[in-house]
């Protein structure tokens, strides 16, 4: 079953440059079974269009209080009611000040006092008011009132200023609300205080010239959401990570890497002081045997490019003399559990995750997904979630293992 299957869920858009991420956020809300509403301020309708919402969402979009037709069909009381969530995203610094002042002169922020379902905003900003005091003070009593405050990120703002104040990722938007709807309530147990944890994620680049590589479809995400984990059960977080397109957690150090034999070199230089290690990338196999440095210019119809078997990082992470506790994954399309015990034991693994990347909606690129878990001696079935609540699964199962 999908997380937010039957979950009504109004999501207030208010006017921040961020809006324009909030068609993708509905349909990624969609695709986990959401029904969505949206609910627009009039600054917000500056920068995306009610069309465009009501389009991706499949419903009217509502953006008066006002309005008597609006009224008649699902007024704001009516609409206060349906949710079972609101989430609000992006929230600006002036809708954050209306909604903790308890105002109620407009759609959206009339919702949030009529409903009694969870409100959760995604603060959207320039980094300097969202500094300022006053937002602080405002965000701290939404908190005190219990609304869950999603984010928000750091990094470069539409205005040039770099810091705190983008509106979080839509990826990072769907999990937290998956979360929200699925919560795992201290699934890791265990404090990982003192130990170090070195993860690969993410896809390699085999360069073939300098405008051209090889590589795969893989997000990162899974591999990011077991450093999240166990950033937050304690642990000191090392990522190594091909080039991906997501956050890095809160509190991880990040090496990038590009190749099979970037990731290879700092997987050997970090493993050996590391207590645990979780080789969640999709190394590249293979790499192009000679990079030419040019780029390739075409001519003939067909053209061969000779490839060379990349080193296998983790198997020689699991070969060092001081080796980690080392866990790897096993991305199958069938035979999953023979495929896996298989390399568990080749490549000498204290751990195995294995998932079957055949089945829609799990494994590559999806927010979801399934695992199977061996050790030499156990199997734990780890069903479909969100890849966060699995990733705090794993890490529990890591972390009983390893002692
Ligand atoms: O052999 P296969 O690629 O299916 O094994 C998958 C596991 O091995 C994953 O944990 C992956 O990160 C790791 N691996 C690696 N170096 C490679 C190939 C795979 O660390 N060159």
Redesign the pocket.
Known sequence: MQILQGKKIVLGITGGIAAYKTPELVRRLKDHGADVRVVMTAAAQAFITPLTLQAVSANAVSDSLLDTQAELAMGHIELAKWADFVLIAPATADSIARISCGMANDLLTTICLATSAPIAIAPAMNQQMWHAQITQENINKLISRKVEVFGPGSGAQACGDVGLGRMLDVDELVALTCDFFQPTTKVIQTDLSGQTWVI?AGPTREAIDPVRYISNHSSGKMGYAIARAAQLAGAKVKIISGPVNIPTPEGCMKLSVES?LQ??QQ?LKLAKNADVFV???????YRVAEISTQKIKKSADDMQINLVK????????AALSSKPFT??????TQNVEH?ALD?LKR?NLDM?AANNVALSGQGFNSDDNALTVFSSKTKTDLPLASKRILAEQLVQLISQHYI
């Open positions: 690969t099979a990731m290879h997987a080789a969640c990338a999709a190394v590249a196999d990349n080193p296998d990082i983790v198997a020689d992470v866990v790897g994954f096993a991305a199958e495929y390399k490549k195995i």
